[in-house]
């Protein structure tokens, strides 16, 4: 059987069902078929980017995270790209 994949629009409307409008985990994984473990990840990657940090592995859901995690990655490659150039030449 393949694994099933979900949007990322899906994925926010579904935590989206239950911190801003009230379900709990059961009726929103009822509404969309999915299980109560994907709801609860979802709901925790949300809250996590609402509070400003990256959930670790994960697509981002908020409209704001993939600029973000864009930027972070290019810091991250400046950062790697200047150390390299502080090393000294080899003979």
């Known amino acids: 059987?393949?694994?099933?994949?979900?949007?990322?629009?899906?994925?926010?409307?579904?935590?989206?069902?239950?911190?801003?409008?009230?379900?709990?985990?059961?009726?929103?994984?009822?509404?969309?078929?999915?299980g109560p473990a994907a709801v609860r990840r979802r709901v925790e990657?949300?809250?996590?980017?609402?509070?400003?940090?990256i959930a670790e592995r994960s697509k981002a859901l908020t409209p704001q995270q993939p600029r973000i995690q864009g930027l972070e990655a290019q810091i991250h490659r400046i950062g790697r790209e200047k150390e390299i150039l502080k090393r000294p030449p080899r003979s």
């Open 1 to 34: 059987m393949a694994r099933r994949s979900f949007s990322t629009a899906l994925k926010r409307e579904i935590a989206c069902l239950t911190l801003d409008q009230g379900y709990s985990e059961r009726p929103a994984c009822q509404a969309v078929g999915i």
């Open 45 to 53: 990657q949300l809250r996590l980017e609402r509070g400003g940090k």
